[in-house]
């Protein structure tokens, strides 16, 4: 059969009935060649089964068992099956990352390039953070959300910590045998959290994209009367879909942890929100501005340098909540991850100060909305328009349904880019599936990937060439030489590449 993607004068009706009619003989995951290599990999077998090897006929560690890659990590491997590696990285489109560019963007303070280390620096730092730096994290957010309010923050609800997974298994550890409520789709290392720090029962909901994947009040409230939950945990802005709690529905959810709930938001975006109205940049999002004691709202908040600043490998982040809860992530830190570096901790104080922030805020947002503008003209102009376009974050949750089989699912949309020298995080990432159980063809995200505008433009432009590159040779030579021929190891990419210089 042959096959045509959707092109603007085309009868919607035929496109739907073709998609349908290939779904037909494409819809479980064993049939599918790039969905097999993902289960291949260790850790992404259903689990409660056997235990989970790289090899099950070698003889392994006792007792050891893989908990499986998060996204960036698996998708980073593929690529290095297909030929990538970090020192021919300019060749490729990295539009995975789940990170910003790093480099000076107009308007914004000039990039930190030296870091002091006095003598002291040399020690250990306290498993809580430097003073000083707490007091200055403490005191942004008293400045930019809590004016006027009578409970303020101090060193004493802030903890340092080396990046935000260190932050989330801080305060997993901590954390009792609870119901968890969590939603899909959302950041893939809360799969891994909730499968490794076991005494936290997942509990899913599954976001509507019809209503543009908002959060559900109301369901939250339902799950906490009928199944007893005593954890909420969310991004906020939301990763991957790029949508946004705030106003009377963020105060809200901040109010649940008044009442007997603890709120954990991962705040990361708080700063990439995309007003539509000029005056309003440089205004950002965060649970603190609706806190009325921060000693006893049990609402948690994650954030640090990693995105907000544009700093990823400084690995310097904090949690900030009532005091008890510090002291509490002072003990697990002690011997989860021993706290965060110290020469970086004291660099990173003059970055919080106020107007230093004011002046990368601004910048940063006018910034990537010209970018997420940027790639939301091109998607449309290959016909690919996003069903819900962000207003937040740097990612956009591409639907791929209207595409005809098998590039109508994330695995195999991705591994078609790979090879184009470009990577993509497929949707089933976002799926949060602790036991992996489910058929990947089941899961909501299945026909998703997200894409980051996190890179600079031209590295966004490299990507998006690659994906019109993949949908002309679809128009042109039909669904046959897709899905299929992928590369599963390291080895066969550098085997090629020596054909290829000889």
Known sequence: MHFHLPHPHLNISHIVDQVRDVMKHWKHEKESEAHQIFRNVVGHQPKGV?????????????????????????????????????????????????????????????????????????????????????????????HTYRQGKASQYTYENVCIVPGGRSGLSRVAAVIGDVYTSYQIPDYTAYDQVLSAFRRLVPVPTALDPKNKYRFDLEQAKKDIRNQGIAVILSSNPRNPTGQVIKGKDLKELVDLSREGTTVILDEFYSWYIYPENGSDFGKSISSAKYIEDVNEDSTIII???????????????????????????????????????????????????????????????????????????????????????????????????RLPAPLNNGLTFFEELLKEKTIVIPGIFFDINPAHRRNLFNSPCHHFVRLSFGPPIEDLDKGLDAIDRVLKKARKTGMQAFGQGYKTQVEEAVKEAAVSID
Request: charged share 20%; hydrophobic share 35%; proline share 10%.
């Open 50 to 142: 056997l235990p989970q090897t790289v090899n099950p006929e070698e003889e392994t560690v006792p007792g050891i068992e893989h908990p499986g890659s998060t996204g960036v990590i698996y998708c980073s491997d593929r690529a290095m099956a297909n030929g990538f590696s970090y020192s021919s990285s300019h060749e490729w489109a990295n539009l995975g990352q789940g990170a910003p560019e790093v480099g000076p963007i107009p308007g914004a303070p000039p990039r930190p390039d030296s870091i002091p280390m006095p003598v002291d620096s040399l020690e250990y730092a306290p498993t809580t953070g430097v003073k000083a730096l707490r007091e200055a994290v403490a005191n942004l957010y008293n």
């Open 303 to 401: 954030d640090g340098l990693t995105k907000n600043w544009r700093l990823p490998g400084w690995r310097i982040c904090w949690v900030v909540g009532p005091k008890n809860l510090v002291t509490a992530l002072s003990q697990s830190g002690s011997f989860l991850d021993g706290g965060a570096n110290h020469p970086m901790q004291l660099a990173a104080i003059p970055l919080l100060d106020p107007e230093h922030v004011r002046q990368e805020k601004l910048a940063l947002q006018k910034h990537f909305k010209a970018k997420r503008d940027h790639v939301l003209k091109r998607l449309h102009e290959l016909h690919l328009d996003v069903d819900v376009p962000p207003s937040s974050t740097f990612y956009i949750w591409l639907n791929l349904e």
